[in-house]
């Protein structure tokens, strides 16, 4: 794959039991590389492992709730000594609370919170602590969002996180450059996944969905996952700080 491939490179990847998750560990293991899928539950860690064994060899699973954001850089620290530090880490464990705003709770809130911002930035800075002190580089890939740049009614929370990560992501891509580590994201559009099986099964919004984004459908998986490792490569040395949208087309039009 030249410049494109993973080959020799470990791949820490967040919320890798489905959904992008799951197919960026599935990209990221077909070019090449190592993947260590993270997530709460160990039976989806297994079977997502499963999955993946025909591509790839190297596959391994580490358990732990990103919302218990206190423990993140311990846990961190025990992953890297059991396996070596990753050459990349892609954030993409994410949950969203739906309501009016006036109607959600603040439990709501501060969870929605703390696993779409708090837990990227206590991993990203662990991750990043590690590289520094080994004197290596490294790639950081956070899963952003339409909702870093759009908003629409009822998602609050979600909105606000995804729009702080876009901000994050310049942030700790201006603050880590100096140490080769490249930090940057890819916001979805509308992804046929669990998370938006719901929306998907009403017919007004599937109609809604397809009328407005260009393309005229929902995006898959795939589609995020094979950007993900142009970002995680070497063809995109010179590339940090963007927050890069794959929707269809969705912010282009009106």
């Known amino acids: 794959m030249g410049p494109f491939g993973l080959a020799g490179r470990t791949a820490l990847v967040t919320g890798a039991t489905r959904g992008i998750g799951l ?3 599935r990209a990221m293991a ?10 709460r539950d160990r039976s989806e ?8 064994q025909n591509l790839s060899t190297s596959v391994y699973t580490r358990d732990f709730d990103l919302q218990q954001v206190d423990g993140i850089s311990a846990w961190f620290e025990e992953l890297c000594k059991s396996s070596g530090s990753p ?3 892609v954030n993409s464990a994410g949950i969203n609370r739906r309501g009016a705003a006036t109607d959600l709770s603040l ?3 501060n969870s929605v919170l703390a696993l779409n911002l708090t837990a990227v930035f206590e991993l990203s800075r662990a991750f990043a602590r590690v590289r520094i002190r080994e004197g290596k580089k490294g790639r950081i890939i956070n899963i952003a969002s339409l909702m870093t740049a759009a908003a629409r009614p009822g998602v609050s929370p979600y909105t606000a996180s995804k729009g702080a990560v876009g901000q994050l992501t310049k ?4 603050e880590w450059a100096q140490y080769g580590i490249l930090v940057n994201a890819v916001a979805p559009g509308y992804i046929d996944t669990d998370l938006n099986k719901s929306l998907m099964a009403d017919p007004a919004f599937d109609n809604w969905v397809k009328g407005r984004c260009p393309l005229g459908r929902w995006g898959t998986p795939e589609d995020i996952a094979w950007p993900v490792v142009f970002l995680a490569s070497a063809a995109a040395d010179f590339i940090t700080g963007q927050v890069i949208f794959v929707d269809g087309g969705w912010l282009a039009t009106f």
Do not use: M
């Open 23 to 25: 197919g960026v560990a």
């Open 30 to 39: 077909e070019s090449g590389a190592a993947v260590i899928l993270a997530g």
């Open 45 to 52: 860690l297994d079977r997502a492992s499963q999955e993946l």
């Open 87 to 89: 050459d990349i880490l």
């Open 107 to 109: 439990q709501d809130w």
């Open 171 to 174: 942030a700790l891509a201006v």
